[in-house]
């Protein structure tokens, strides 16, 4: 069963740092892809991050968050993380962690997903 478990959310002031953990279990981390996505009220959710799992050959990001977000993976503690700086109140929303086959940037083209943990940023 495929589990995947994020944390690291909470409040913070504009211009500071989150650090976001999903750890993985249930699947062979190296042959899916991982993404952070997230979802504000009364948004959709969109994509924030994606990284392949054989070791971080391939990130891409969303345009709002590139320059300010880091992707990564930890192959051998089946985690990747996603480092947040100078953040901006717009950043705020629950942010989910998903595992899927292809590189997308499509919420319906992953199959599994964390339950998101919040993140606030306060001005």
């Known amino acids: 069963q495929v589990q995947l478990v994020e944390s690291g959310g909470g409040l913070v002031q504009v211009g500071g740092s989150l650090r976001l953990s999903c750890v993985a279990s249930g699947l062979t981390f190296n042959t899916y892809v991982m993404s952070w996505f997230r979802q504000a009220p009364g948004k959709e959710r969109e994509f924030v991050a994606t990284i392949t799992g054989n070791g971080g050959g391939y990130t891409r990001y969303a345009d709002s968050v590139k320059g300010r977000f880091t992707i990564s993976g930890d192959n051998a503690k089946i985690t990747v993380y996603l480092q947040m700086n100078s953040l901006k109140p717009e950043d705020s929303a629950v942010y989910y962690c998903?595992?899927?086959?292809?590189?997308?940037?499509?919420?319906?083209?992953?199959?599994?997903w964390g339950q998101g943990t919040q993140v606030t940023v306060s001005s």
């Open positions: 998903a595992a899927g086959r292809l590189i997308s940037t499509n919420p319906v083209s992953y199959a599994y």
